[in-house]
């Protein structure tokens, strides 16, 4: 079975969010980071906020998930971040470049 792991966070800027895909890809712990703008609304503090937030794609291997995890609590700009993962079967060659790469 071909499993990779995305993992899937969260920005309040762009430079940071960059910053955050190039140290992953640096350090190993991602095969590819994927970067979009979007439009978060979500409740904080009883009250509904709107934002503007960068979202942070990680491709990488299920092994390193609690690697990914710690250093992502320790990057991010937010008190409660958005960290969030899930396993997927891959195509194979996919699978190959993925695990060849990190």
Do not use: G, H
Request: net charge neutral; aromatic share 10%.
């Amino acid at each position: 079975m071909f499993e990779i792991l995305v993992l899937v966070t969260t920005e309040e800027n762009e430079r940071k969010a960059k910053t955050i895909a190039r140290l992953l890809i640096k350090k190993n712990l991602a095969a590819c980071v994927s970067i979009k703008k979007i439009d978060s609304i979500y409740k904080w503090e009883q009250n509904i906020e709107e934002t503007e937030e960068f979202e942070i794609t990680i491709k990488s291997k299920p092994t390193l998930k609690d690697d990914l995890v710690l250093f992502l609590q320790k990057m991010t700009s937010y008190d409660t971040p958005q960290i969030i993962y899930k396993k997927f079967r891959s195509e194979s060659n996919y699978y190959d470049w993925l695990t060849k790469t990190i």
